[in-house]
Protein backbone atom coordinates (compact mmCIF):
# COMPACT_ATOMS: atom_id res chain seq x y z
CA UNK A 1 0.00 0.00 0.00
CA UNK A 2 1.14 3.36 0.71
CA UNK A 3 4.93 3.72 2.54
CA UNK A 4 4.60 5.07 6.24
CA UNK A 5 5.29 9.21 6.67
CA UNK A 6 7.96 9.08 9.73
CA UNK A 7 10.45 10.75 10.29
CA UNK A 8 11.25 14.70 10.57
CA UNK A 9 11.19 15.18 6.45
CA UNK A 10 7.13 15.43 6.71
CA UNK A 11 6.78 17.60 3.89
CA UNK A 12 8.92 15.65 1.30
CA UNK A 13 7.00 12.32 2.48
CA UNK A 14 3.57 14.18 1.93
CA UNK A 15 4.91 14.86 -1.46
CA UNK A 16 5.79 11.87 -2.50
CA UNK A 17 2.56 10.34 -1.21
CA UNK A 18 0.87 12.91 -3.10
CA UNK A 19 2.52 12.26 -6.42
CA UNK A 20 2.31 8.43 -5.68
CA UNK A 21 -1.46 8.99 -5.24
CA UNK A 22 -1.99 11.06 -8.47
CA UNK A 23 0.22 8.39 -10.48
CA UNK A 24 -1.79 5.82 -9.33
CA UNK A 25 -4.98 7.73 -9.99
CA UNK A 26 -3.30 8.54 -13.74
CA UNK A 27 -2.80 5.10 -14.39
CA UNK A 28 -6.46 4.15 -13.02
CA UNK A 29 -8.07 6.86 -15.09
CA UNK A 30 -6.48 5.29 -18.15
CA UNK A 31 -7.50 1.70 -17.49
CA UNK A 32 -10.87 3.25 -17.05
CA UNK A 33 -10.72 4.87 -20.40
CA UNK A 34 -8.49 2.16 -22.30
CA UNK A 35 -9.79 -0.78 -20.34
CA UNK A 36 -7.79 -3.89 -19.34
CA UNK A 37 -5.45 -5.44 -21.49
CA UNK A 38 -7.10 -8.98 -22.76
CA UNK A 39 -4.67 -12.26 -23.06
CA UNK A 40 -5.59 -11.95 -26.63
CA UNK A 41 -3.92 -8.68 -26.90
CA UNK A 42 -0.31 -8.20 -27.82
CA UNK A 43 0.02 -5.40 -24.95
CA UNK A 44 -0.74 -8.05 -22.03
CA UNK A 45 2.47 -10.36 -22.98
CA UNK A 46 4.44 -6.99 -23.44
CA UNK A 47 3.94 -6.12 -20.37
CA UNK A 48 4.45 -9.67 -18.33
CA UNK A 49 7.48 -10.38 -20.26
CA UNK A 50 8.69 -6.69 -19.52
CA UNK A 51 8.96 -7.94 -15.92
CA UNK A 52 10.72 -11.04 -16.52
CA UNK A 53 14.42 -11.73 -15.92
CA UNK A 54 17.51 -12.43 -18.74
CA UNK A 55 17.46 -16.15 -17.95
CA UNK A 56 13.74 -16.94 -17.63
CA UNK A 57 13.59 -14.48 -21.60
CA UNK A 58 16.44 -16.62 -23.10
CA UNK A 59 14.64 -20.06 -21.59
CA UNK A 60 10.39 -19.02 -22.96
CA UNK A 61 12.51 -17.71 -26.35
CA UNK A 62 14.46 -20.98 -26.61
CA UNK A 63 11.32 -23.14 -26.21
CA UNK A 64 9.22 -21.19 -28.61
CA UNK A 65 11.91 -21.13 -31.09
CA UNK A 66 12.48 -25.01 -30.77
CA UNK A 67 8.97 -25.92 -30.92
CA UNK A 68 8.52 -23.43 -34.24
CA UNK A 69 11.17 -25.54 -35.42
CA UNK A 70 9.71 -28.74 -34.74
CA UNK A 71 6.91 -28.17 -36.37
CA UNK A 72 8.49 -26.90 -39.24
CA UNK A 73 10.63 -30.46 -39.45
CA UNK A 74 7.41 -32.19 -39.16
CA UNK A 75 5.85 -30.33 -42.11
CA UNK A 76 8.41 -30.85 -44.63
CA UNK A 77 8.46 -34.62 -43.82
CA UNK A 78 4.65 -35.04 -43.98
CA UNK A 79 4.94 -32.64 -47.29
CA UNK A 80 7.50 -34.44 -48.88
CA UNK A 81 6.33 -37.74 -47.59
CA UNK A 82 2.68 -37.10 -49.42
CA UNK A 83 4.35 -36.19 -52.60
CA UNK A 84 5.91 -40.08 -52.52
CA UNK A 85 2.45 -41.34 -51.61
CA UNK A 86 0.89 -39.40 -54.55
CA UNK A 87 3.52 -39.76 -57.08
CA UNK A 88 3.35 -43.52 -56.39
CA UNK A 89 -0.19 -44.00 -56.40
CA UNK A 90 -0.15 -41.85 -60.05
CA UNK A 91 2.54 -44.45 -61.52
CA UNK A 92 0.25 -47.59 -60.45
CA UNK A 93 -2.95 -45.90 -61.91
CA UNK A 94 -0.81 -45.39 -64.88
CA UNK A 95 0.48 -48.99 -65.25
CA UNK A 96 -2.93 -50.38 -64.68
CA UNK A 97 -4.18 -48.14 -67.22
CA UNK A 98 -1.58 -49.13 -69.77
CA UNK A 99 -1.64 -52.78 -68.39
CA UNK A 100 -5.60 -52.53 -69.92
CA UNK A 101 -5.00 -51.59 -73.28
CA UNK A 102 -2.28 -54.60 -74.06
Do not use: N
Not at 41 to 48: A, C, D, E, L
Not at 51 to 67: H, P, Q, Y
Request: with cysteine; net charge positive; charged share 25%.
Amino acid sequence: MLPAVTGCGGIRTDRYVSLLLLSLWFRYDEILVSGLPDWRQPVYYYRRVRKMGMLEFAILLSVILTTGHIITLWSIYLERRFEKVRTFVRQFAECRVIKRFY
